[in-house]
C-alpha cells in the first residue's frame, strides 16, 4: 500500500509565493511518476506539473515560468514551488502517484491541499 501526506497550502496575496510537499511512504517501486493536479469547483481536476517515469518534467501552460516542480528521491518527496501566484491559480492541489507493478499502472492521491490567491 501507498500513502501520500500533503502538505504546504494556504491563502496568499497575488504575486506571492507557496511551497506544497507531498511525502509518499509505503511500497514503492522504481518506475513511477509523481505529479501536482489542481482542481476547482465544478471543473475537472487538470495537471499542474509532474514528473515522467523518465524523469522529464511537464506544466501546465497556465504555469509555465511560475512553477517549478522538484524531488527529494532520498525522502520519496515531491514539491511544487509556486511563485508569482495569480487569482485563478486558486485550487485544491493533488499529489499523485503512479508506478507500474506486474504491466500495470497503480495511481494513488493524496488527500488534497486548498490554495488561495486573493488580488
Known amino acids: 500500500q501507498v500513502q501520500l501526506v500533503e502538505s504546504g497550502g494556504g491563502s496568499v496575496q497575488a504575486g506571492e509565493s507557496l511551497r506544497l510537499s507531498c511525502a509518499v511512504s509505503?511500497?514503492?517501486?522504481?518506475?513511477?511518476?509523481m505529479g501536482w493536479y489542481r482542481q476547482t469547483p465544478g471543473k475537472p481536476r487538470e495537471l499542474a506539473a509532474i514528473f515522467t517515469p523518465g524523469g522529464s518534467t511537464n506544466y501546465a501552460d497556465s504555469v509555465k515560468g511560475r512553477f517549478t516542480i522538484s524531488r527529494d528521491n532520498d525522502k520519496n518527496t515531491v514539491y511544487l514551488q509556486m511563485n508569482s501566484l495569480k487569482p485563478e491559480d486558486t485550487a485544491v492541489y493533488y499529489c499523485?502517484?503512479?508506478?507500474?507493478?506486474?504491466?500495470?499502472?497503480?495511481?494513488?492521491w493524496g488527500q488534497g491541499t486548498q490554495v488561495t490567491v486573493s488580488s
Open positions: 509505503g511500497s514503492i517501486f522504481s518506475i513511477n511518476s
Open positions: 499523485k502517484f503512479s508506478q507500474l507493478r506486474f504491466g500495470r499502472w497503480n495511481e494513488y
